[in-house]
């Protein structure tokens, strides 16, 4: 009985936290996403890489409910989220952060953190999140989009920490960054990793990608073309650089 349990409970630690199987998206009319398929075990990162206008923004937009003209699977925590609203995928712990980071001009740094409902325990605290971005804690009362680029990708991963989800999906977390920001980034992943959480990160920057995630995707025409595990990484440069036109 004790055996049968310990199989159990390892079966369940391998299955996927996400599964996307056969997802298709549209806008408007024009057919972008044509059967994408990857899938994320809890605690991984894994990034979508591929060409400019490969699928891998709209992908996010998919997972999340954004993009709402989409048929196949998404089952994410053992749930279909496919027919769901955007709001009811945020309660099951899917949290985004766009590429635009979405920062409201008229509420101050503050207002912008709190504005996100908790939608499940497990949330960071500002503590925490203020240990993680100090820059946000000094600039609580300014204006949000008075901060730098850097700061407010800070407050956009910030704010979705604060929420309770624990799968995070990024959307060009370091684009236009200055280096110094890229690697605070960079070093925020690696902590957040090891706390639990799984991310699916859409980066242009290969190297950054290269050094916080476990495998990367690889999307071409609104399909997953090819999967490479990082410890295969340099195995497989060639290719990759191919791939993306590098």
């Known amino acids: 009985m004790a055996e049968a349990a310990l199989k159990a409970r390892e079966v369940q630690a391998t299955e996927p936290l ?3 199987s056969g997802l298709h998206g549209w806008y408007g009319e024009s057919h972008v996403l044509h059967g994408i398929e990857f899938d994320v075990k809890p605690g991984e990162v894994v990034t979508l890489l591929g060409r400019n206008g490969a699928g891998k923004s709209t992908t996010l937009k998919a997972l999340m409910g954004i993009l709402t003209k989409r048929k196949g699977s998404v089952v994410f925590d053992g749930k279909e989220t ?4 955007a709001r009811a995928i945020a309660k099951l712990g899917m949290g985004y952060v766009p590429e635009e980071r979405g920062i409201f001009s008229s509420l101050s ?3 912008n953190l709190m504005l996100p409902p908790k939608v499940k325990p497990g949330g960071l605290s500002l503590v925490q999140i203020f240990e993680l971005f100090p820059n946000i804690k000094e600039r609580l009362t300014s204006q949000g989009t ?3 680029g850097g700061e407010q990708q800070m407050l956009a991963i910030g704010r979705i920490l604060r929420t309770g989800a624990n799968l995070l999906l990024m959307d060009e977390p370091t684009e236009g960054l200055a280096p110094v920001i890229v690697q605070q980034i960079g070093a925020t992943i690696a902590r957040l ?3 639990g959480f799984t991310i699916v990160l859409v980066e242009q920057n290969f190297h950054f990608a290269s050094s916080v995630a476990d495998r990367h995707y690889i999307v071409e025409q609104g399909r997953v073309i090819d999967t490479i595990a990082n410890a295969e990484l340099e195995a497989n440069i060639d290719k990759l650089h191919a791939y993306l036109g590098v």
Not at 82 to 85: D, E, F, K, S
Request: aromatic share 0%.
């Open 18 to 20: 996400l599964k996307v």
């Open 82 to 85: 496919i027919g769901m609203p």
């Open 109 to 111: 740094v503050e207002e």
């Open 146 to 148: 008075k901060l730098s």
């Open 193 to 195: 990793k090891a706390e």
